[in-house]
């Protein structure tokens, strides 16, 4: 489980290429500042993404990506040396200073289109129909693992306001219209509908 409060970010050394046997495929990240406290076997979440690391030293790290994962995230379209967002999971007992994130990636969207308000940012961003219902105003949504708070929500976008430290370190200040973004939301908003399903009049869960 993590917060959406992203540590710090790392730079792409080896991309993660779907392989012709369906094969996972091996990411591997310089991140100097996280890798030398990862082990094998350690939960990290990159850009939202929730991955198992299969390999640690000093500066780098590297993590196994299935093709079930290339198929549903943008991970696969990450080139070397482009930046990505780092959060280790929460500690039994930390601060959860932004929302409840499993690092399940719902859904990738993209940048419609962003303008400066004040010092910040507000950023549109494209959201996919089969999202919609789970995304309201001043609920919470991790987009590349950053827990925001929903500014606005229109046909088939929302917006977020992003404060000046937010886009300086994240990658979200580097995301330009067209780019892609990972999704996750609200996963109390899933546990909701999946509750009232059979009172709701779609049919009881199954």
């Given at each position: 489980?993590?917060?959406?409060?992203?540590?710090?970010?790392?730079?792409?050394?080896?991309?993660?290429?779907?392989?012709?046997?369906?094969?996972?495929?091996?990411?591997?990240?310089?991140?100097?500042?996280?890798?030398?406290?990862?082990?094998?076997?350690?939960?990290?979440?990159?850009?939202?993404?929730?991955?198992?690391?299969?390999?640690?030293?000093?500066?780098?790290?590297?993590?196994?990506?299935?093709?079930?994962?290339?198929?549903?995230?943008?991970?696969?379209?990450?080139?070397?040396?482009?930046?990505?967002?780092?959060?280790?999971?929460?500690?039994?007992?930390?601060?959860?200073?932004?929302?409840?994130?499993?690092?399940?990636?719902?859904?990738?969207?993209?940048?419609l289109g962003r303008s400066p308000v004040g010092e910040g940012e507000e950023v549109r961003v494209e959201l996919p129909e089969e999202l919609a219902r789970y995304v309201v105003e001043k609920g919470s949504i991790a987009v590349d693992g950053v827990s925001l708070t929903v500014a606005g929500v229109g046909q088939r976008w929302f917006a977020v306001a992003l404060v000046p430290h937010t886009?300086?370190?994240?990658?979200?200040?580097?995301?330009?219209?067209?780019?892609?973004?990972?999704?996750?939301?609200?996963?109390?908003?899933?546990?909701?509908?999946?509750?009232?399903?059979?009172?709701?009049?779609?049919?009881?869960?199954?």
């Amino acid at each position: 489980m993590f917060t959406g409060i992203v540590e710090g970010t790392g730079t792409v050394v080896t991309p993660a290429r779907p392989r012709a046997d369906g094969g996972a495929a091996r990411l591997e990240v310089d991140a100097p500042w996280l890798a030398g406290e990862l082990a094998v076997g350690d939960s990290v979440a990159v850009d939202g993404c929730c991955l198992t690391v299969v390999a640690s030293g000093s500066t780098r790290f590297a993590a196994d990506v299935v093709a079930e994962t290339l198929r549903r995230t943008a991970l696969g379209r990450l080139a070397a040396g482009a930046r990505v967002n780092l959060e280790r999971p929460l500690a039994l007992g930390g601060r959860l200073g932004g929302h409840l994130v499993q690092g399940h990636v719902d859904g990738v969207g993209h940048i419609l289109g962003r303008s400066p308000v004040g010092e910040g940012e507000e950023v549109r961003v494209e959201l996919p129909e089969e999202l919609a219902r789970y995304v309201v105003e001043k609920g919470s949504i991790a987009v590349d693992g950053v827990s925001l708070t929903v500014a606005g929500v229109g046909q088939r976008w929302f917006a977020v306001a992003l404060v000046p430290h937010t886009l300086a370190t994240t990658t979200l200040g580097e995301r330009a219209p067209g780019d892609p973004v990972h999704l996750e939301v609200d996963v109390v908003a899933k546990y909701v509908e999946r509750l009232v399903q059979p009172w709701s009049g779609r049919g009881a869960a199954t």
